[in-house]
């Protein structure tokens, strides 16, 4: 899953039509520090400025408009989500990556630390540049103090976890303390470190890494300061604040719901809900789909090749540089092969695509292209093959083979999940209450219009 806002990796999946379905106003004034409403929820400039900073950074021919109408969009979408389904069903937490919680927190401070790079950098160095002068009672991880905190290195973990005690026992460990101003003070725990971490983090720590974690603890008095420093010398309110925030939330939101229906992934992966929706596909549907796109269940039907079958890899090697030089392939199989068929030419004649019953040989032979002699693979008797492919007629897959009806059922699948996502669109953008500046009206916008979704890519259409 993307973890930047700003990236909008939805919106390159997703292509603008025209539609009048969406009900927004365009009836706020321009005067006004609200650049939008949603449903009473306020959007101001100030953040709007933030977003378009960030997002223009990357993508210049981002306008403020396209920003605007993805934090709009993931507003709607992604607490649709979260009621529909659950934020355990959209929101990725396993043992592996970092907490969910601890990537929104990235995210919000990287947004902080592009829109706001000189005054913060300045800041910073008036400490320092890494806020050496803030920091006090630095107190590194003993040797002798692991086993207070992690469990005996002599037995094997089956995942890096803390126990209770140790969880008591490490949030009473102060690594450091900081002083930012006479009103802002504090400390930083080996427990508070321990769950800033993801599995890899939490590798090092429990190889009792001492280092490792003064300098984590140093990077979460960073962390700290840059959230001082944006509530005290941004001119950021902490409505504002709490908006960014929330807008970084709801992206999450509607990033896992376009992951977990399943419009955003390949047609090969394993997406619960496209599997259920796959399985209710009908047979009519699959035979309806393969008539408008048979031409993309094209195979090889059968191929008519030529071999020279050698003993070793020396008298291989002899025939590809004769082969390369010109020679015809019929004469050196005459001249070299070892096969029954070499006073022939080493002639294969047409030799069937069979699935169910596939012989080394022919499993080779249509993999080769035509015309050009293979390089000389080695048979499973240790003997060495070298193969000429001079025709390959080409049909199509039984419209009730399990390769139609998987491949069809799950783009059939796909469609229903983005045709389900359109609607869900489009109503809750006719459904809510949405007011925006009067100077947006007109400008190239995405939420007056329908979205087509690209159709997932399938590089397996085509089995030979």
């Not at 009519?284 to 796109?293: L, P, R, V």
């Amino acid at each position: 899953m993307a973890h930047s806002l700003w990236r909008m990796p939805l919106l390159t999946f997703l292509v603008a039509m025209s539609s009048a379905h969406a009900k927004v106003s365009y009836d706020l004034s321009n005067n006004t520090n609200q650049v939008a409403t949603v449903a009473n929820i306020s959007i101001s400039n100030a953040v709007l400025d933030v977003m378009y900073k960030v997002s223009s950074a990357k993508k210049p021919e981002l306008s403020r408009a396209a920003v605007l109408n993805a934090i709009i969009e993931n507003q709607l979408m992604g607490q649709y989500a979260l009621k529909r389904f659950g934020k355990e069903k959209i929101i990725e937490d396993n043992r592996v990556s970092f907490k969910p919680a601890v990537l929104e927190e990235q995210e919000f401070r990287a947004i902080m630390q592009i829109a706001f790079a000189k005054p913060l950098n300045e800041a910073l160095k008036k400490f320092g540049g890494k806020l050496d002068s803030a920091l006090s009672n630095e107190n590194a991880i003993k040797a002798t103090e692991w086993d207070t905190y992690l469990p005996s290195n002599k037995v094997m973990q089956l995942e890096f976890a803390l126990s209770e005690t140790g969880k008591v026992a490490a949030a009473k460990r102060i690594l450091v303390n900081y002083r930012f101003d006479n009103n802002n003070t504090g400390a930083i725990s080996f427990l508070e470190v321990y769950n800033s971490q993801n599995v890899q983090g939490r590798d090092k720590i429990h190889s009792r890494e001492s280092d490792y974690v003064t300098a984590q603890a140093r990077e979460l008095v960073v962390n700290r300061y840059v959230d001082y420093w944006v509530k005290t010398a941004s001119g950021l309110t902490p409505a504002d604040i709490s908006s960014i925030k929330q807008a970084i939330t709801n992206k999450n939101y509607h990033d896992g719901f376009a992951s977990y229906i399943g419009i955003a992934a390949d047609i090969h992966d394993d997406v619960p809900y496209v599997k259920g929706l796959a399985a209710k596909v009908s047979f009519a549907e699959i035979k309806a789909y393969y008539q408008k796109h048979k031409g993309d269940f094209k195979r090889i039907e059968k191929v008519k090749a030529r071999h020279i079958l050698v003993n070793d890899e020396k008298t291989a090697t002899i025939v590809t540089a004769a082969l390369k030089k010109g020679t015809p392939f019929e004469d050196l199989a005459r001249q070299y092969s070892q096969a029954e068929d070499k006073d022939k030419g080493g002639d294969l004649g047409w030799i069937v695509h069979d699935k169910k019953n596939p012989t080394w040989l022919s499993t080779l032979a249509f993999m080769q292209s035509a015309n050009t002699p293979s390089r000389p693979v080695r048979t499973p008797n240790g003997q060495w093959e070298i193969l000429l492919i001079s025709q390959k007629d080409e049909g199509y897959q039984a419209v009730d083979s399990d390769s139609v009806r998987y491949v069809a059922a799950q783009i059939i699948a796909r469609q229903k999940a983005a045709a389900e996502y359109r609607q869900i669109r489009t109503s809750l953008i006719k459904q809510a209450d949405i007011h925006i500046q009067k100077s947006f009206q007109g400008q190239s916008s995405t939420l007056e219009s329908d979205v087509t979704i690209a159709a997932p890519s399938d590089e397996d259409h085509h089995h030979h």
